[in-house]
């Protein structure tokens, strides 16, 4: 009983966010376009400078895009949260007979379905580029789950630092390490290309094996050992920055 009164409740939150971040269109054009110009950009102007042998630099470079994407779009669950938490709304809502847990849950649901309709929006694009995928039904469902996966725990990252920040300026910083992983790591460019220092950081962070997977299965390749280490990075995250959340959150609201 109390889990469907959870539920229930997390979608009234989750309702209430989408309907207020709906009405902030310049967001939602920023979330989307931003990835779009990068895409283009890389594409077309520097594009023809890189070397990623057989696979052309679109099929190429679509998986760091849709997590360049996933790292802007979670940036606003950020803001968000700290605006609700400085405004004194998350006070009023515990005043309230609702399951408390169910006002960080909104705000990640609504992450979630923002971040699913910026993906598709980057394919959707991706395709009249050029982008032409081999995977079968299988890598699909592996490639799209990784990339939900790595919402959940970008989005954990973006509650935790939205309770933490003492402004609503400060709330969005952490999105600019995760862009800095993205950019030094083989999101744009193979790896065999960087100096021997960079390239053993870029191999080793979280962004590599991610983008690794998801390349992979997209382009018709099967799960292996990158996709495992991926999806134990996701999980690794999600459990430290659910867990730090849940423990700030606690904290502000006694």
């Given at each position: ?207 590599t094996p991610l983008i690794e997977s998801i390349r992979s299965l997209l382009l018709g390749g099967t799960a292996d050992k990158t ?28």
């Open positions: 009983m109390k889990f469907i009164h959870f539920l229930g409740d997390t979608a009234v939150m989750s309702g209430r966010v989408i309907r207020h971040s709906t009405r902030s269109i310049d967001t939602i054009i920023t979330v989307i376009a931003m990835p779009i110009m990068i895409m283009l950009l890389f594409v077309y102007i520097f594009g023809g400078a890189m070397n990623t042998g057989d696979v052309s630099y679109i099929n190429y470079i679509v998986p760091g895009i849709l997590l360049f994407c996933i790292a802007s779009g979670v940036a606003y669950s950020s803001l968000r949260i700290n605006n609700d938490l400085t405004k004194g709304i998350f006070e009023r809502f515990h005043s309230m007979p609702i399951a408390k847990a169910s006002i960080l849950g909104g705000h990640v649901v609504a992450s979630l379905v923002f971040n699913v309709i910026s993906l598709l929006a980057i394919f959707l694009v991706a395709f009249g580029m050029g982008f032409r995928p081999k995977a079968d039904m299988l890598g699909w469902v592996l490639a799209i789950g990784i990339l939900l996966l790595s919402v959940l725990a970008f989005t954990w990252i973006a509650v935790t630092f939205g309770l933490l920040a003492k402004s609503f300026e400060g709330a969005g910083v952490f999105s600019y390490i995760l862009m800095l992983l993205l950019f030094v790591s083989s999101a744009f460019a193979p790896t065999d290309s960087m100096p021997s220092a960079i390239r053993v950081f870029a191999e080793y962070q979280p962004m996709t495992l280490v991926a999806v134990l990075w996701s999980l690794a995250i999600l459990g430290f920055f659910w867990a730090s959340a849940m423990r700030v959150y606690k904290r502000r609201m006694k």
